[in-house]
């Protein structure tokens, strides 16, 4: 599920600022955010489809 991969990828995330260098860091928050904006519009298409607003 979604949710269950933006939260391993934030642990990844909070590990490798510690840990790796800027390079891996980067990317990861780059992945982190792709998958948290994957998130926000399927959340918002099912809202959409619950209320009918838009």
């Given at each position: 599920?979604l949710i269950?991969?933006?939260?391993?990828?934030?642990?990844?995330?909070?590990?490798?600022?510690?840990?790796?260098?800027?390079k891996?860091?980067?990317?990861?928050?780059?992945?982190?955010?792709?998958?948290?904006a994957?998130?926000?519009?399927?959340?918002k298409?099912?809202?959409?489809?619950?209320?009918?607003?838009?």
């Amino acid at each position: 599920m979604l949710i269950d991969q933006i939260c391993d990828l934030r642990d990844k995330l909070n590990k490798s600022i510690l840990t790796k260098d800027y390079k891996d860091t980067y990317e990861l928050s780059l992945k982190l955010d792709k998958l948290i904006a994957e998130y926000y519009k399927s959340n918002k298409e099912v809202q959409k489809k619950q209320f009918n607003f838009f």
